[in-house]
């Protein structure tokens, strides 16, 4: 249970952006703690000496969580003894998180108090951007609390330290000269945030909605500073640039601008409608669906340009009368030809591709009107619903009645 408990956790926090270290003495790995930076901006900083404080903190509890001298916020625990070993690990440290944004006020107060160059002002903004952003301290407390209750049963007493104070004492060799600074963190952090952006991208440009909204939450723990002092209309100025990338990101894997243009609009409406920031959140998860939704139902990618163009032409076209014959005319080449190459690019016959279309444009009427089955068999080019019964049922195991029982059921 405890183990299971563990690793749920790790996945938990690794999706929101929280990191979850496992530690031995003497504190390896601790640079990973803050991504290297004490590192960069202090002469031979010893993450040993950062180590050596959290262990003197835990003398008299085994459990805190703390605050440190760059305003960052974790939590520290020794694993009970019985854990150790099956752990390899004696400490476990959480984080660090921030609450809300750090202003420039704060950047520019911890810059001054550790005697580090104005020019730097930049690398901690971004610094921060990337440093997942939770609410309030307290949410923190009881994202980690049921761990904690898990791990220690009922001694699961914890204590706040705040060592803003007592850290900021301590004597480091700062960087002095200006010319030796380089903004690498501000560039790897800036650099970070664009390949993170980049995953969402390619995961709905391949189709593939799961990983697009894994790799959006990874991404939105990115801070962007806003624009205005509107949070509303910061975050829909955030989500038409986001329609606009996922439309990009749409052609780019072949599917036909008719779709995109009619989706994109139809989001671009949606967000200036929208009107609180809980809303704009649940819709930037409908974009990535339903743009990756797109791509899996009317990508060209991997097809010719012949059958690009006539798979093109079905799915505008699914209405009217098509045949093999129709669409061979329309592509100009031989019905044989045609047949052939369809089959070989596709996997199945040109037939069966136009009652698939058909099918799945029959199944959002279901879902979504009160038409009747004649009315849509009609709609998506059946002329006999009959006929219209027996495909769908041959492609969803039930009749179009018995589906939209079903649905109703659900509803």
């Known amino acids: 249970m ?3 408990l563990i690793n749920i956790y790790k996945e938990i926090l690794s999706a929101q952006g929280i990191r979850f270290h496992l530690l031995q003495k003497p504190g ?13 901006l202090f002469k031979d900083y010893d993450y040993n000496d950062y180590f050596s404080m959290l262990l003197r903190n835990s003398e008299e509890i085994k459990l805190y969580f703390y605050r440190d001298d760059f305003l960052l916020n974790y939590c520290f625990f020794e694993f009970p003894e019985e854990l150790k070993e099956q752990y390899e690990a004696e400490y476990a440290l959480i984080g660090p998180v921030i609450f809300g944004l750090v202003p420039e006020s704060d950047i520019s107060r911890i810059m001054k108090e550790h005697k580090l160059p104005v020019a730097l002002m930049k690398d901690f903004s971004e610094f921060y951007n990337r440093i997942p952003s939770l ?30 104070d007592s850290m900021n004492n301590i004597e480091q060799d700062a960087v002095l000269d200006l010319n030796a600074v380089d903004n ?15 995953r969402v991208l390619d995961a709905v440009a391949m189709g593939n909605a799961n990983d697009a909204i894994s790799y959006y939450r990874l991404f ?3 801070n962007i500073a806003p624009r205005t002092p509107n949070a509303v209309r910061n975050h829909k100025n955030w989500m038409i640039i986001l329609n606009t990338k996922l439309r990009v990101a749409v052609r780019r894997a072949k599917v036909h601008p008719y779709y995109i243009d009619e989706l994109s609009r139809s989001f671009a409406i949606n967000i200036e409608n929208t009107n609180n920031t809980i809303q704009l959140q649940n819709l930037a998860t ?8 797109l791509v899996s139902n009317h990508s060209t990618r991997d ?7 006539c798979t093109d032409q079905i799915n505008l076209r699914y209405q009217e009368k098509l045949s093999l014959e129709t669409m061979a005319d ?10 052939a190459q369809f089959r070989k690019e596709t996997g199945m016959t040109l037939t069966d591709y136009i009652h698939s279309v058909r099918i799945r444009r029959a199944t959002l009427l279901l879902n979504s009107t009160d038409n009747t089955i004649q009315e849509i068999a009609e709609q998506c080019g059946f002329t006999d619903s009959n006929y219209f019964t027996r495909v769908f049922k041959k492609q969803k195991g039930i009749s179009p009645v018995e589906y939209r029982k079903r649905i109703g059921n659900k509803n």
């Open 2 to 4: 405890t183990v299971d």
């Open 28 to 40: 390896n790995d601790l640079e990973k703690t803050d991504y290297g930076f004490r590192k960069r």
């Open 135 to 164: 609410p309030t301290h307290d949410f923190w407390v009881s994202l980690i609390t049921p761990l904690i209750k898990t791990l220690f049963g009922n001694n699961n007493d914890y204590r706040f330290i705040d060592l803003y």
């Open 184 to 198: 690498s963190t501000s560039f790897e952090a800036i650099a970070d945030r664009y390949d993170a952006e980049d």
């Open 220 to 222: 939105r723990q990115f």
């Open 286 to 293: 409908t974009m990535l669906r339903k743009y990756a939704m």
């Open 303 to 309: 097809y010719s340009a012949l059958i690009a163009k």
């Open 330 to 339: 329309f592509c100009n080449v031989t019905p044989g030809y045609l047949s």
